[in-house]
């Protein structure tokens, strides 16, 4: 009787602390993310990042990649296999579209999705936000940055 207590004395905050850890990349449903303090783009698609190195984009950023795409593409950007590394997509304005487009529309293959659409959830100003901070995390890195840069 005094094991079992002690067992489910030891069990209960082992199992909160692996909720918490489990939620720390997001819960799996996407989320949106909250753009205020960044310049609104408007309804027209930009082609190009407009937040490139904007220390407050990269924060917004930050906290929606966290939310939306770590749980498949790594924690701090960096690809632990399941998805793509995001860090090694080039700087360019073609990559730039890319990012958005794929991002708006998901990823399938054999008619699953592999990444979810977000293009009733994120923003433009989010998507863009996500990016740049992709984007830093990149440039911590100087083998990925000498590839992209």
Partial sequence: MIRTLRAAALALPLGFAATTLVHAHGDGAPSAIDTTGLEPLGENDRDKNPYIGNAKAI????????????RCHGIDAKS???????????????????????????????GRYRMPPFADILSQEAIWAIRTYIESEADKDPAIAAKIN
């Fill in 59 to 70: 924060e917004i950023g930050a906290s929606g990649y966290n939310k939306n795409c770590a």
């Fill in 80 to 110: 632990g296999g399941m998805a793509p590394d995001l860090r090694e997509l080039d700087k360019t304005e073609a990559s730039d579209v890319y990012f958005l487009t794929r991002v708006r529309g998901g990823a399938q293959r054999d």
